[in-house]
């Protein structure tokens, strides 16, 4: 089992940056594959980025491709997902989670095993 912990959220100005953090506990980290998903107020959680486990491989939501770069430190337990140029629309809370199924990654919340509590981050315009 992991537990996972998000940190990094807060408020910013559109077109502004953001890097998200969250650290997973557990010795087996580097056999998850790991993701981050959004929920804005009223809409169902969504896919915003994933990445193998050993970190060579990420995949991007349309929405964020070419803003946001996800990454990971094995020898830390903790991945990132560091969010430029941002927009009101991204308002969400960003939650991290950690998979374990047959495949290299994750573009759905079924795909995933264990999930941090979240991290707001509000866009202003």
């Known amino acids: 089992q992991v537990q996972l912990v998000e940190s990094g959220g807060g408020l910013v100005q559109a077109g502004g940056s953001l890097r998200l953090s969250c650290a997973a506990s557990?010795?087996?980290?580097?056999?998850?594959?790991m993701g981050w998903f959004r929920q804005a107020p009223g809409k169902e959680r969504e896919f915003v980025a994933a990445i193998t486990r050993s970190g060579v491989f990420s995949y991007y939501a349309n929405s964020v491709k070419g803003r946001s770069t996800i990454s990971r430190d094995n020898a830390k337990s903790t991945i990132y997902l560091q969010m430029n140029s941002l927009k009101p629309e991204d308002t969400a809370v960003y939650s991290c989670?950690?998979?374990?199924?047959?495949?290299?990654?994750?573009?759905?919340?079924?795909?995933?095993?264990?999930w941090g509590q979240g991290t707001q981050v509000t866009v202003s315009s």
């Open positions: 557990g010795r087996t980290f580097s056999s998850y594959y």
């Open positions: 989670a950690a998979g374990t199924s047959g495949g290299a990654y994750g573009t759905r919340p079924g795909d995933y095993d264990y």
